[in-house]
């Protein structure tokens, strides 16, 4: 079976599984064409050609995508397989993705929080400081001066 043929049958395991794909997909800051790419998961599979060229489109694809190469020695079975594991993968990810976002969000406020009474502290020590200095006797400038002259003689 050539490439193409187990291509089309990805195509149509795709559409009788209502995922959102195309064929030859370009995008502009990109230098390959994708062969198919699956939108919903961010997968792009391409047809096996020269191994340098896979490597180039592998190492560009990675950034932004999962790569999923087909070979001539797979099967459209195991090319399905691949795929199907693929977006199990980016399924996992997306989620890993949500929680940390929700976790972070939970930080932010627990953050504010500990701002917030830290402040409220500080305001409240500032405050005592300044009433213990109000109920302090002050002394009369008098008082020292007539000890430092008692002092002094």
């Known amino acids: 079976m050539t490439g193409e043929e187990k291509l089309t ?10 995922i959102f794909h ?4 370009k995008f502009e800051n990109c230098a390959f064409v994708y ?20 490597r180039k489109f592998y190492k560009e694809a990675n950034r932004h995508s999962f790569p999923v190469f087909i070979r001539e020695t797979d099967s459209p079975e195991f090319v399905i397989e691949k795929v199907k594991n693929t977006i199990e993968k980016a399924k ?7 929680i940390n976002k929700k ?8 953050n504010e929080e500990l701002r917030l009474k830290a402040e409220q502290r500080r305001a409240e020590r500032a405050a ?19 000890a430092e002259v008692a002092y002094k003689s």
């Open 22 to 25: 195309k064929k030859d997909v």
């Open 92 to 98: 996992r990810q997306k989620e890993r993705h949500e």
């Open 128 to 146: 005592q400081k300044k009433a213990a200095e109000e109920a302090k006797p002050k002394r009369k400038r008098q008082r020292i001066m007539k």
């Open 35 to 54: 062969d198919l790419f699956i939108f919903d998961y961010y997968i792009s599979v391409r047809i096996s050609t020269i191994e340098e060229e896979d």
């Open 9 to 18: 049958a990805l195509h149509l395991w795709l559409k009788e599984n209502k």
């Open 103 to 110: 976790q972070k969000e939970i930080n932010i406020s627990k």
